[in-house]
């Protein structure tokens, strides 16, 4: 099983400032990396997939970079409502897995 | 636009069975994979398996494989998630999502989760 690590596990940032998440994997997964975005009490929301690419209807602020093992997410300048919990998942072996999520919060 | 619809949720007790569903709606149903995907504390999100309704071929997490069986009614256009006897471990949000044509593909959209509480 591919083992997927995001740092830091919390992030204070300031609105409009840049924020940038981190996720490694155990194995190379390729470009078979998504994102997701999950507020409190609400499921999920795709952002990124094929690691780079932004999901339907996702701002530009939201940016991601990466293949192998190294990815990166990147929020440009982050709004109020991009206080959140984020993941990264790769999709390139069964079984699929998950981060264990990077929380970003108000600073 | 493409649905998700989860049962609501459910509190039991250990060694219960229970069933949850999901309803998919505003796309060909057959023609994309559901995935069950749970959500603690402890573990935050983990798959558990998936289905392809148009010929129920079932893919399981190889940790999870024989405690939860995944099925679906095409003709209804649901999935569902069972247990046999469940476990207070098994207390989780579940969520059921849809991927692509193939097993190994980003999840878009997730359901909205069902809340299991298994407690004596």
């Known amino acids: 099983e591919t083992v997927m690590t995001q740092s830091p596990a919390t992030l204070s940032v300031s609105p409009g400032d840049r924020a940038t998440l981190s996720c490694r994997a155990t194995?190379?997964?390729?470009?078979?990396l998504a994102w997701y975005q999950q507020k409190p009490g609400q499921a999920p929301r795709l952002l990124i997939y094929?690691?780079?690419i932004r999901a339907t209807n996702i701002p530009a602020r939201f940016s991601a970079s990466g293949s192998g093992t190294e990815f990166t997410l990147t929020i440009s300048s982050l709004q109020s409502e991009d206080f959140a919990a984020y993941y990264c998942?790769?999709?390139?072996?069964?079984?699929?897995?998950f981060g264990q999520g990077t929380k970003v919060e108000i600073k | 636009e493409v649905h998700l619809v989860q049962s609501g949720a459910e509190v039991k007790k250990p060694g219960e069975s229970l069933k949850i569903s999901c309803q998919g709606s505003?796309?060909?149903?057959?023609?994309?994979?559901i995935a069950w995907v749970r959500q603690t504390p402890g573990k935050g999100l983990e798959w558990m398996g998936a289905?392809?309704?148009?010929?129920?071929?079932?893919r399981y997490s190889p940790s999870l494989q024989g405690h939860v069986t995944i099925s679906a009614d095409k003709s209804i256009t649901a999935a569902y998630l069972q247990w046999s006897s469940l476990k207070a471990s098994d207390s989780a949000m579940y969520y059921c999502?849809?991927?692509?044509?193939?097993?190994?593909?980003?999840?878009?959209?997730w359901g909205q989760g069902t809340l299991v509480t298994v407690s004596s």
């Open positions: 999502a849809r991927l692509g044509s193939y097993a190994t593909s980003p999840i878009d959209p």
């Open positions: 194995q190379s997964v390729s470009s078979d």
């Open positions: 094929g690691a780079y």
């Open positions: 505003g796309y060909r149903f057959t023609d994309y994979w």
């Open positions: 998942q790769h999709y390139n072996n069964w079984p699929p897995t």
């Open positions: 289905i392809y309704p148009g010929d129920s071929e079932t």
